[in-house]
Structures are given as C-alpha cells and as structure tokens.
C-alpha cells in the first residue's frame, strides 16, 4: 500500500485543539528525552491521526475508544500491516497519555485498544564465523577503513544500535576500564563492557585515523566522515552493505543483525538474561526473552539434523 500524503489543496484544516495538542506531545516527548527519530514517526502518525479525525467531525476530546477502534479498523482495510497499525496505536496511546496528563482527558481512551497481533519473526543472527569473515574482511589501511573496522567490531563486541553507535562522542569510551558510556532509548545511560579485539580497533581508529579525518577540533563525535562530520545512520548501514558484499554473506546484514547476534552468541556462551538485557538497554526482559526463541529454534534444527528418529 501507498502512505501517500493528502494532496494540500485536499488536506483538512486542523482546529486550534489538535494544533495544541499536537503541540503539547511535541514537547512532552522532547522533555522525556525522545530520540529524533521517535518524535519524527510519532508526529507523523498523530498528525495523519489528526487529519482523520478531522474529516470524521472528532476534535481531541471527542475521542473515545470506539472512535480509536473506526480508526484501527480504517488501517486495516486499507491494507496497513498489523506492525504498522500496532505502532500508530501505540503513538496515540502516548498523545492521550500527554493529554490526560495536562487534564485535557480524564482518562487514555487509547488504553483498551488492542494491537493488532503482529507474527512472531526471529531476528536474523550471523553465525560466529560470518561474524569473524565480515571483521576480518575490513581492512586497516585506509583511515576510512580503520573507522569502519572499529565501528563494526564496537557494534557487535556491545550490541550497540545504529543509532547508539553514533551518538558516541570521543569520551564515551572509557579505554582503561574497557568499557563504552551508550546514551540508549529515552535518554537512559547504560556502562557496557568492550572486548579486547574491539578495544585495539577503536584505539587505532582513535590514534590514527580519526585526526586524518578530523577537520574540527572541537567535534565531539566518536564517529566522523570523510568531511570531519559526525556520522548518520544511514551512513553506518551503507557501509555494513558495502563490506557484506565483500565478505559474500548471504542476506547481508544490517547493524541489528549484529546486536542480535551479540545477544545470541552471549546466551550460547551461558550469559545470564538479566546482564543480556542489561547490556542491550531494554527496559523490560520480556524484549530480551526472543534470544531464548532463537536459541530454541537453533536447538531443534540442531535436533533435528542429528538424532536418528527425529
């Protein structure tokens, strides 16, 4: 299905409740420390919200849980997946959140809305040895690639996010205590250790190859270009596509495919759960509970391609 927006000279006037209320999201997720990227797609999706409501004759405080379950069901025939209804919703619950908060509604009409269930897909986790060969693989020549090198390495050895890696500034890394300062989801900082082959990448990186690269000295970013600028997200996954390709791995990877497989290869080597979670910033262990899945699923193919009557 096409999202695409309502052509402007069709688009609906917004009332000065929604512009508020809108407004007051806006700044309630800047005050709970929200990544930019959050509010981007959580704006999005109460606007588009917004604009429906519009066109149905519903101001903020009109909507009740019936409207909200018109809503869903809207989605739904108009060929929206499952995962993106359940994340419009759970952008909503938070703006009827705010809105309760400030006493604009006595209580979250959004709160007895279900998601729609999504199918449980594992997340793709390299082998150890496609691991190893997409490491191996990055040269430490060029200052480029000793960048991408100590990145990569840093990536898998924390599990850090695309957008964890970089945020980093120079004195995130702690090299003496071995160990990085992540600024994770919702502004929560967490310590994770850094093994030794990541700890030699990243001091190479940081004595060799980053004042190539530098051209301000007062940038603090861990990660910069070639232009001296701190590095995006789509700048880290372009580049796993580009050595992928090198190290032939099938499928590719992409920088989540790497956080998985730090928490899987941890749980095979008998971490416990409760330091994976730690380690991987998640606020609920129920998140870190799909390792144990793949580690099942794993077993039973194992299982299955060795045991005589399986």
């Known amino acids: 299905m096409k999202n695409s927006p309502t052509p402007p000279e ?40 917004a604009l429906w409501c519009t066109t149905q004759g519903f101001e903020p405080t009109e909507v009740t849980t019936r409207v909200l379950r018109r809503y869903a069901q809207a989605l739904g025939e108009r060929d929206v997946v499952p995962a993106t209804v359940a994340r419009k919703l759970a952008a909503l619950r938070a703006l009827y959140r705010t809105l309760r908060e400030h006493g604009v509604m006595p209580a979250n009409p959004a709160d007895l809305v279900p998601a729609p269930k999504k199918p449980q897909k594992l997340p793709r986790v390299l082998k150890a040895d496609e691991v190893a060969a997409l490491l191996d693989r990055i040269p430490q020549i060029t200052p480029l690639d000793v960048r991408d090198r100590a990145i990569f390495e840093l990536a898998y050895a924390c599990g850090l996010r695309a957008e964890e890696l970089v945020n980093l500034d120079v004195h995130s890394m702690d090299f003496d205590a071995e160990e990085v300062r992540v600024e994770g989801k919702g502004g929560k900082t967490r310590i994770v250790p850094v093994g030794e082959a990541a700890v030699r990448a990243l001091a190479r990186y940081v004595e060799r190859a980053r004042p190539a690269l530098e ?22 996954r372009r580049r796993l596509r580009v050595w992928s390709k090198r190290a032939a791995l099938q499928g590719g990877a992409h920088p989540h495919a790497l956080r998985h497989s730090f928490a899987t290869h941890l ?33 039973k193919s194992a299982y299955a391609r060795a045991h005589p009557r399986a």
Not at 10 to 24: I, M, Q, V, Y
Not at 270 to 284: F, K, N, P, T, V
Request: net charge positive; charged share 25%.
């Open 10 to 49: 069709d688009r609906p006037t917004l009332s000065p409740a929604w512009t508020e209320s809108l407004r007051l999201f806006e700044a309630d997720l800047v005050r709970r420390g929200a990544a930019e990227r959050t509010r981007r797609a959580y704006g999005f999706d109460c606007s588009q919200f």
């Open 215 to 236: 051209t301000d000295r007062t940038q603090p970013a861990l990660f910069v270009s070639k232009s001296g600028k701190r590095l995006s997200t789509s700048d880290v």
């Open 267 to 299: 749980l095979d080597g008998g971490a416990d759960l409760r330091a994976i979670q730690e380690m991987l910033g998640h606020s609920s262990i129920s998140t870190t509970q799909i390792y144990t899945r793949v580690e099942s699923a794993r077993l």
